[in-house]
């Protein structure tokens, strides 16, 4: 485990602009991510991505004019999770910005659960202080792996799409992800050149979760086929994101002016692709639901579009079944 002494005050100064800073700062004009002047309130883990993100935002400030403070959840994971929160709070102090830490009462029994409670802890912290976006150090590579993670579970577009700039949390609240313009490569080296006292997080090593097998085996070996293949990655994840949201757009359309109270109108659903049909079927079976069906459940319901009058599916849940009545497609209790 990596524990570096905090470098002197003069090492962490922010003044010096490096090209880094030049790239983040024009990334931040091109997508209007943290606008002059807001309230930002930056997750950091004391790893070296959230620790080179406070690290360029500090030398941002005077630009954009920022009020900027961190907030760490310590997990009370590891035996060393205290000393990693006090580590951070001495840093805060040399970089003299607020600090926010909470400690969870029990270690999260699992990387959700860590996750839930994580969110749950920033969102109030953010509440407290009014700030309206939380900035988190999510990297390039972090998309790439989100991206062959789900990949590996059977995806669809959305899944593949995630990992976006900005993300809503609540009414108040929106998360920011500006370090989605570096890999964790170039990460590394902003650590190495403005000398960032890393904590090391000994279970990002444990190769029994299989997000750390990604990254520590299989993105190696893709670095082998192409050694930017966490940008292409990342690429590709940025393109079908702008497609999975063109997509829901046209859905809403299609499912807007097929439905009436009478149900579905098969008709109109049958002059779209196969791919605008399912994508309708499962926000009807969704809506109708309240819970989101499954693959077989919404191709079921798709051969109903072309069935003879009376056809009707498996039951669904509720017990409910869908049923051809003339144009329409809708859903019944099994009783009726
Ligand atoms: N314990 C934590 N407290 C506050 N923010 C966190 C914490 N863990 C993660 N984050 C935020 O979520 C981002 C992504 O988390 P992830 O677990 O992928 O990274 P990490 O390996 O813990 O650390 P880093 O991304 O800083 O190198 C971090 O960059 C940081 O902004």
């Known amino acids: 485990m990596l524990h570096r002494p905090l470098p002197s005050p003069s090492a962490l100064s922010s003044d010096c602009w490096t090209p880094f800073h030049a790239r983040l700062h024009q990334l931040l004009q091109r997508r209007s991510l943290l606008p002059t002047r807001s309230r930002l309130l930056l997750a950091v883990s004391g790893g070296q991505d959230s620790l080179a993100l406070v690290q360029l935002l500090r030398g941002l400030q005077p630009h954009w004019h920022w009020s900027l403070a961190i907030a760490h959840c310590d997990h009370g994971w590891r035996s060393d999770s205290t000393a990693n929160a006090e580590h951070l709070r001495q840093l805060a102090d040399q970089w003299q910005l607020p600090f926010y830490c909470q400690r969870s009462p029990e270690p999260p029994r699992s990387e959700a659960a860590a996750r839930t409670w994580r969110y749950q802890v920033l969102e109030a912290i953010a509440a407290d202080i009014d700030a309206a976006l939380l900035v988190t150090g999510h990297t390039a590579s972090d998309r790439a792996e989100t991206l062959l993670y789900n990949l590996t579970r059977g995806s669809h577009l959305q899944g593949l799409a995630s990992l976006r700039w900005q993300r809503s949390l609540s009414d108040r609240l929106t998360l920011v992800r500006p370090f989605l313009g570096f890999t964790r490569a170039e990460t590394s080296k902003m650590v190495q050149q403005f000398q960032l006292p890393v904590w090391e997080d000994s279970t990002n090593r444990d190769r029994r ?40 757009e046209l859905t809403e359309q299609v499912y807007q002016q097929s439905l009436s109270e009478k149900g579905l109108c098969r008709s109109q659903l049958a002059q779209q692709p196969i791919a605008l049909q399912r994508r309708v079927l499962h926000a009807f079976l969704q809506d109708q639901l309240q819970r989101s069906p499954s693959t077989v459940q919404v191709e079921e319901l798709r051969q109903l579009i072309t069935a003879p009058q009376g056809s009707c599916s498996s039951s669904l849940p509720q017990r409910r079944v869908a049923v051809v009545a003339g144009d329409w497609l809708r859903l019944q209790s099994v009783d009726d």
């Open 209 to 248: 979760f299989a997000r750390n097998r990604l990254r520590l085996e299989v993105l190696p070996q893709l670095r082998q086929i192409n050694p930017q293949c966490d940008r292409h990655l990342a690429n590709t994840a940025e393109l079908l994101a702008d497609e999975a949201d063109w997509l829901a």
